[in-house]
């Protein structure tokens, strides 16, 4: 992020300065507690987009398969299957019951 940058950026600077009460200013609690909050909302949207483009991919095997594009529906919920388990790689604790039902609408696309 780059207000985390920033506030490095600062810190840096000032005790390079020889100032390190500067440098502590701008490294305090209340600005690492509010940047560390504004890099927890920018992951869970990038989980949420994460997680929507899996939806997308699984409605398109979906779609292939009513087509009757087997192999084509299997390649794409596979794929789809990868971008879920990037999910469950950066937070297992939110979104394992994602992942398992992944695998269960994967598994009826190969069925």
Known sequence: ?????EL???AVSAFLNGDLE??????????????LEKIDEAELDLLKSIKGNYKCRILR????????????AINCAVKA??????LIKINSDIYIVDYINSLEEVGTIFL
Do not use: F, G, P, Y
Request: charged fraction near 30%; hydrophobic fraction near 30%; charge should be negative.
């Open 1 to 5: 992020m780059s207000k985390s940058s």
């Open 22 to 35: 500067e440098a502590l200013k701008a490294l305090n609690e209340s600005n690492l507690d509010s940047e």
């Open 81 to 86: 299957l990868e971008v879920s388990e990037r």
């Open 61 to 72: 095997s979906q779609l292939l398969l009513i087509n009757d594009r087997c192999d084509e």
């Open 8 to 10: 490095n950026s600062l």
